[in-house]
């Protein structure tokens, strides 16, 4: 079994050399600060637009509808990485260059900006599956336009948006892959310094994919737990 | 009481309600007859501006409630509707859907709407499943349940959009009979419906419409059995 030790010993070093050496797992550990803290900015600033936009797009104010329209259009037919950089090193970086916040929060920002655009989506077209007899009931009671949609229209929509909505955040946490674009070190970029300063590639890149997937895994799972919960409504 | 005044109706160019005059008064069951497409549901759903007339007015107790100024929100906690396929709050508990109202409307506290829950549960005979969901029960529950949230506005006058049009056939009758208790208590009431039987029983009125017009009115005795228009009596005879 000489080749059996020969290769493990083998794996045993570049593991120790990829991440052990000079403590090099540190700069995964704070890579995944990173992507979790761009994530989570991301997600709730993400659904803060996209609740704006989608309103905008099911108002009946024409002026509001353009603007709902035009801002889906140019998130959708841009790249996110385009989005990325022009708000870093365009908006922050030239417009608003006096304003100090850090990285990760602009990086958060571009991604809010880009998530919000497709939560809309979402948003809305859970909005407009609820029956229109849910919103004359509630009117017929008495209840005004927005008491009707936040008690009766989206809790329910809330319901049917959650798969969809689920979804996107997986999809936001893989895209934040990119920060690396503005010189954040989140799972990938350390990763990839790792790749370049061991030249080993198998180490470091499956090691990041690993991390992606456990994280998101996690993140399934508990988003799971909570869809049953909201199902509770459903069973006979 | 309910005044119209001239009312119209069109959508696009379809002319559903053309020219309604009515009254009708506290108490009254009104039941409102008719072929389909004559207008009778657009008619009863002008009466909370569920649809909003072109032209006409509409007056509750005295206060025209088409005009611009009218407070419809408030206006229509006054009017209980019932619809024809129940429109429960699937995400609610039936407790729930009953007291949503009331307490977000600030008419009840909580404890006092759960109570008032209680007491309606009882009057429809569904004690039992105050913390059922919507989707637990059969069509006539849930029609019930339906009339029970209503009922816990404390309207003064209740709508019913053909209450028993989508039920089968076997759960006619419970609602039926929740209905007429109701109308025994002295609720004025407006009613559209193909039940003829519940017509003639419990009606004080009954209203024949047709091509967005009432054509003919009466006790249900006059209009069911002497009839006096021409449209009536061919509905009629193929109804009855």
New interface residues.
Partial sequence: MDWFDTWWTGIQDKFYLCFIEDDRYTLLINGIGITIKVSIFAVVLGLVIGFLIASCNLSKNRFFNLIGKVYTDVIRGTPSVTQLMIVYFVIFGQFLSFVNWDKWIIAGIAFSINSGAYMSEIIRAGILSIDKGQTEAGRSLGLNGRQTMFNIVIPQALKNIFPAMCNEFITLIKETAIVGYVGLVDIQKAGDFIKSTTYEAFMPLIGTAIIYFVIIKVLTIALGRVENALRKSDHR | MIRIKNLHKSFNDLEVLSGIDEQINDGEVVVVIGPSGSGKSTFLRCL?L?ETPDSGEIYVDDEQINSKDADV??I??K???V?Q?F???????VMGNIT??PV??KKMTKEEAVATGNELLEIVGLAEKADS????LSGGQKQRI?IA??LA?KPEIMLFDEPTSALDPEMVGEVLDVMKNLAKSGMTMVVVTHEMGFAREVATRVLFMDEGKILEKGTPDEIFDNPQNERTRQFLSKVL
């Avoid at chain 2, 969901?133 to 637990?136: E, F, V």
């Fill in positions: 909370n569920l929100n408030r229509r906690q009017m209980g509707m619809f396929h429109n429960l709050f699937p995400h609610l508990t949503l109202a977000k409307l969901y919507p989707a637990q339906a949230r209503s506005m």
